[in-house]
């Protein structure tokens, strides 16, 4: 391997699904605050993800409801106090 390639906040990081409650180790150099004990109980940064490969339709051949409107509602009402809401 080519040295001095990666960033230097190249570490183990869990990224968990919470759609589905799956979660992986891998390494990553994602910013984050929260952090996860693993299974060999050490202390892991967390990254939370909406959907992965074991929740996504395309993997899993199911379909899934995702409450679209809730982030659509959360958007409308962010942005209602802006100079760019219709008035």
């Known amino acids: ?9 190249y570490r183990f990081v869990v990224f968990k699904d919470f759609s589905c409650n799956e979660a992986f180790l891998t390494r990553s150099c994602t910013a984050t605050k929260e952090t996860i004990v693993w299974e060999d109980g050490k202390e892991y940064p967390l990254i939370r993800l909406e959907i992965s490969s074991k929740s996504h339709p395309f993997f899993t051949g199911k379909m899934k409801f995702i409450d679209t409107a809730g982030r659509i509602d959360k958007f409308n009402k962010k942005f209602a106090s802006t100079k760019f809401a219709k008035s």
Not at 1 to 9: E, L, S, T, V
């Open 1 to 9: 391997m080519k040295k001095d390639i990666h960033p230097a906040g």
